[in-house]
T-cell receptor
Framework: EPEVTQTPSHQVTQMGQEVILRCVPISNHLYFYWYRQILGQKVEFLVSFYNNEISEKSEIFDDQFSVERPDGSNFTLKIRSTKLEDSAMYFC??????????FGQGTRLTVV | RKEVEQDPGPFNVPEGATVAFNCTYSNSASQSFFWYRQDCRKEPKLLMSVYSSGNEDGRFTAQLNRASQYISLLIRDSKLSDSATYLCVVKLWGKLQFGAGTQVVVTP
């Protein structure tokens, strides 16, 4: 069964450092998303990406965040200067038609 | 008002029983509706889409009431493996909006 894969599964970084979270969406999907879930809280939308550009972003997705699709398979989320409050599980998701989305297993980011 | 609201539970359900719970959404322009399931520290997984006419998938039945802006999920003949957090998800424009989830605990 096709799946969304994310690496690494767990990333520990020092406050102020840059991190890049990587995702390989399902191959025939056209819509890509990043979500995050702070421990014990709900899943929050960060950004959606379609046709090689951001289609929508939330207020969480400020100038510290960026996304890229550097080649035909990878979809990355970069956080330029991490803060303690960025600690969360980050989920990548993809969709073939922009309806329901399949989620990757997540990257647990811990900022210390 | 929260965009998607759910009763957090937990709903403690004896094995074999039926459990039902709702979710409400605030934006009448919402386009599509889903139930996802999330196990502890795992990713959300699509359980089922929710259609206006109501739909069933095995032991799971989902209903949508657009007039009252709520969605429901009913689980019949609960199994131990149904223990999870059930996420109500609403699609508005280009994004999925998640409720905080309803925890269901099925007990032997």
């Amino acid at each position: 069964e096709p799946e969304v894969t994310q690496t690494p599964s767990h990333q520990v970084t020092q406050m102020g450092q840059e991190v890049i979270l990587r995702c390989v969406p399902i191959s025939n999907h056209l819509y890509f998303y990043w979500y995050r879930q702070i421990l014990g809280q709900k899943v929050e939308f960060l950004v959606s990406f379609y046709n090689n550009e951001i289609s929508e972003k939330s207020e969480i997705f400020d100038d510290q965040f960026s996304v890229e699709r550097p080649d035909g398979s990878n979809f990355t989320l970069k956080i330029r200067s991490t803060k303690l409050e960025d600690s969360a599980m980050y989920f990548c998701a993809s969709s073939v038609d922009g309806q329901w989305a399949f989620f990757g297993q997540g990257t647990r980011l811990t900022v210390v | 008002r929260k965009e998607v609201e759910q009763d957090p539970g937990p709903f403690n359900v004896p094995e074999g029983a039926t459990v039902a719970f709702n979710c409400t959404y605030s934006n009448s322009a919402s386009q599509s509706f889903f139930w996802y399931r999330q196990d502890c520290r795992k990713e959300p997984k699509l359980l089922m889409s929710v259609y206006s006419s109501g739909n069933e998938d095995g032991r799971f039945t989902a209903q949508l009431n657009r007039a009252s802006q709520y969605i429901s999920l009913l689980i019949r003949d609960s199994k131990l493996s149904d223990s999870a957090t059930y996420l109500c998800v609403v699609k508005l424009w280009g994004k999925l909006q998640f409720g905080a989830g309803t925890q269901v605990v099925v007990t032997p």
